[in-house]
Structure formats: C-alpha cells, structure tokens
C-alpha cells in the first residue's frame, strides 16, 4: 500500500501471533526510526529494549498491560534522555543545562516523533503496535527496573508483533474540529461533537468485537474529570526536572 493509506490504516494491537522478531529487524526499525526530525538535533531519547523475560513481566505488570506483552514479538521502553547530552558537554568542560520546563517540553517531542517513525517502519514491515502510556503508572519502579539514571526517565513503552487479526480503523475528529484557519475558532466545536459522537455511537455499537455504548465526549470527560497520574511531577523532579 501506498504512505498514505498505510497511515491511515493504523490500529492499536493487543493480541499478537507470539512470533519473536529478529534481532536484525529490530535494528533496522531503530535505524530507521532515528531518522526522524529532532529539536536542535538533540536526539534525547533511549530506547530499552526488553529481552529478559523476568524484566518484560514486570514491565507488564507495573504497566497494567499484562496480556499484550505475553504474545508480543518485541517488548521496548521509550525514554527522553538528557544524560548522554550531559556526557557531550562534560567532554568539552561544560555543565549543560538541563533541569528546564523547555527540555522536557524537547525530549518529549523528540521520543514521540522518534517512535512514530519507529511504528511506521513496523507497519510497512506487517508488524502491529500498541503505545502504552501505562508505563507512566509506576515510573520509579520501572526507573529502577530498567537502571534508569538521572536526567533519563520512561515516556511509554510499547508492545510489537504480528498481529492475530486486523482490527477495524477507530474513527478520528472530522478534519474541521483539528484545523483551524488563521485563527482559533471554539463556537465550531459544540455542533462537530454532537456529529462525532453520533459517527462514535455506531462505531462502537457496530465493530466486530468488543461492542458497548459510548461516545467520545462522554468518555473524555469521565476521563479529564480528575487528574490523572498526580505523581508524574514529584517523580520528574527525582529524575532531575524541577521545571525551572
């Protein structure tokens, strides 16, 4: 398939075939993967491949996700990293700064882009993923898990593998409700929710497993109604992020 119809083909996966991926794809994905755009050509992220079964079952545990890593070809780790940053300027005397609100902000943006390509690169391959933000649920324990050290700290991890089925596209936002021109326009939204959640209800109701009655609007705000992983500030400034 084309670039665009295989971007517009992606689906979460959580069942896998449990056929193991060759260490030799794994590292073209990575090489492929660290091709992607990067602030200031930074490149602050790691990626902690998980290959010690004992080490990728708790990673599903402390993850909350324990069903997708049992048949996953591939289990990673995807972290910003500012440490081999602070390597880079210690060979030329210097203390980097790193303890700022705009690196996380940096690191961030550089993990996420560096995995999207990573999963772009698995797609074309006939791999399925699923991201999981689950690893931010104990992200001390897994630090330590994984020997993070500071300045290092686990964004999400991520599960790979043949997939068992195709799973049916979840549709997005009408294109009207994420593009605005010239200006930011909030009278739109109340009219195009009304229609997503209609296009969401059947969705739901009509997918080939897992039906249930819900819409996008109702499920955000049961979702945005309290905050959520209050611990991730106290656990960035451990790491060495104070958000100065």
């Given amino acids: ?30 090489q492929t993967a660290q091709m992607a755009a990067s602030s200031h050509f930074v490149q602050a992220y790691s990626v902690i491949w998980v290959t010690d079964e004992e080490k990728k079952q708790k990673l599903a545990k402390l993850s909350n996700n324990e069903f997708q890593f049992q048949t996953a070809g591939a289990a990673f780790l995807f972290c910003v990293d500012f440490k081999r940053l602070e390597a880079a300027g210690k060979k030329h005397g210097v203390d980097i700064t790193v303890d700022t609100a705009e690196n996380v902000l940096v690191g961030v943006a550089d993990v996420s882009i560096f995995a999207q390509n ?13 991201y999981i933000g689950g690893a931010r649920n104990n992200p001390k324990e897994i630090s330590e898990l994984f020997n993070l050290p500071d300045y290092v700290f ?48 059947k ?23 309290e905050q959520r992983r209050p611990h991730i500030k106290e656990f960035l400034a451990s790491k060495g992020f104070t958000w100065k």
């Fill in 118 to 130: 990573f999963v772009i690169a698995a797609e074309a391959e006939g791999y399925g993923i699923c």
């Fill in 154 to 201: 686990p964004l999400f991890a991520m599960t790979i593998g043949k997939p068992t089925k195709v799973n049916e596209t979840k549709p997005r936002l009408p294109v009207e409700a994420v593009l605005h021109e010239n200006e930011y326009n909030v009278e739109k939204y109340d009219e195009l929710l009304d229609e997503y959640d209609a296009i969401m209800e």
């Fill in 1 to 30: 398939m084309s670039v665009k119809e295989l971007l517009r083909s992606h689906t979460s996966v959580r069942k896998y075939t449990g056929e193991e991926i060759p260490r030799e794809t794994v590292i073209d994905l990575i």
């Fill in 203 to 225: 969705y739901y109701a009509s997918r080939s497993s897992n039906q249930k009655l819900a819409n996008w609007t109702k499920q955000m705000a049961d979702f945005l109604i």
